[in-house]
């Protein structure tokens, strides 16, 4: 073996190392802005009213809301 063939891989090892870095950190990156976006459409978000029954009739096989919201 000869000296230039191990200052052949010397260089592309910090390279790599670098390259790994930076790939994990975008994908760190990724995950912090899409949870970033779910808590901000979680708060920003409003559901529609939906329809239920208002009354209770007493048949167990009906939900209706506990409190109304519309």
């Known amino acids: 073996m000869s000296m230039?063939?191990?200052?052949?891989?010397?260089g592309s090892r910090p390279r790599r190392r670098r390259l790994g870095w930076f790939v994990g950190l975008g994908i760190v990156a990724a995950l912090l802005v899409a949870n970033a976006h779910l808590v901000y459409v979680a708060f920003t978000s409003q559901?529609?009213?939906?329809?239920?029954?208002?009354l209770p009739d007493g048949s167990a096989d009906h939900f209706r809301a506990a409190k109304s919201g519309c």
């Open 4 to 10: 230039s063939d191990g200052d052949a891989h010397s």
């Open 47 to 54: 559901p529609d009213c939906v329809s239920h029954l208002k």
